[in-house]
């Protein structure tokens, strides 16, 4: 079935820098890439999206490339802030069967 | 406008008990999916229904089962609880025909099982 591989598990990395975060999946059919972000007691959270026909999106300090030929995408967040300190996932769905898999998520920390 | 709301927040079972969650979808919203997150397996998908009618099941046994609505609330239900069932449920709505649309998480019910 569809899987979808996150990397790193755990990321931390000084405030003001950069933090990117890897994601790569199996059905070449997946033509719809959310990112999620997780805070403590929350449900995830919809930060962006990326859809099969563009190869990247930008949001302010969050933004999400994607390779099609190689089957993987990634979030790139700018200046990280101490609130950018949360899990992480990124998901694909499947052509196959309509369902949303999930990575297993990367753990982000802001050290001050 | 309200967010998704799960009830309860949190729960306490003992094996072989059952247990019903409850989800209310954002106003307008007609998909909500469920889903089981757990430290090991992390985000799975159990199931979606859009228009009281399940649209799409994930990899669960049977003793998971959800439902439905007219006003698009749903309900979960596991029954013959085991140890391993213990985790956050998540439920997520959207608007939109398909789940590509956004879909929105409420909270979560976190079910532990003694």
């Known amino acids: 079935g569809e899987n979808v591989e996150q990397h790193p598990s755990t990321l931390s990395v000084q405030e003001g820098d950069s933090a990117v975060i890897k994601c790569t999946y199996s059905d070449s059919a997946s033509n719809y890439f959310p990112w999620y972000k997780q805070e403590l007691g929350k449900g995830p959270q919809l930060i962006i999206d990326?859809?099969?026909?563009?190869g990247e999106k930008k949001d302010q300090r969050i933004a999400v490339t994607l390779n099609k030929t190689a089957k993987h995408f990634s979030l790139h967040i700018t200046e990280t802030q101490p609130e950018d300190s949360a899990v992480y996932f990124c998901?694909?769905?499947?052509?196959?069967?309509?369902?949303?898999?999930f990575g297993k998520g990367t753990r982000l920390h802001i050290l001050p | 406008k309200a967010g998704v709301t799960q009830t309860p927040r949190y729960l306490i079972k003992t094996r072989g008990q059952q247990v019903t969650l409850s989800c209310s979808p954002i106003?307008?919203?007609?998909?909500v999916s469920w889903y089981q997150q757990t430290p090991g397996q992390g985000l799975q998908f159990l199931f979606e229904y859009f228009s009281e009618t399940q649209r799409n099941k994930g990899n669960f046994p049977g003793r998971f089962s959800g439902r439905q609505f007219s006003n698009s609330r749903s309900e979960m239900n596991v029954s013959t609880l085991e140890l391993g069932d213990s985790a956050l449920y998540l439920c997520?709505?959207?608007?939109?025909?398909?789940?590509?649309?956004?879909?929105?998480f409420g909270p979560g019910t976190r079910l532990l099982v003694l």
């Open positions: 990326i859809r099969s026909n563009v």
């Open positions: 997520a709505s959207s608007g939109g025909a398909s789940v590509s649309e956004t879909q929105y």
């Open positions: 106003s307008g919203h007609r998909s």
């Open positions: 998901a694909a769905l499947s052509g196959r069967d309509d369902k949303i898999i």
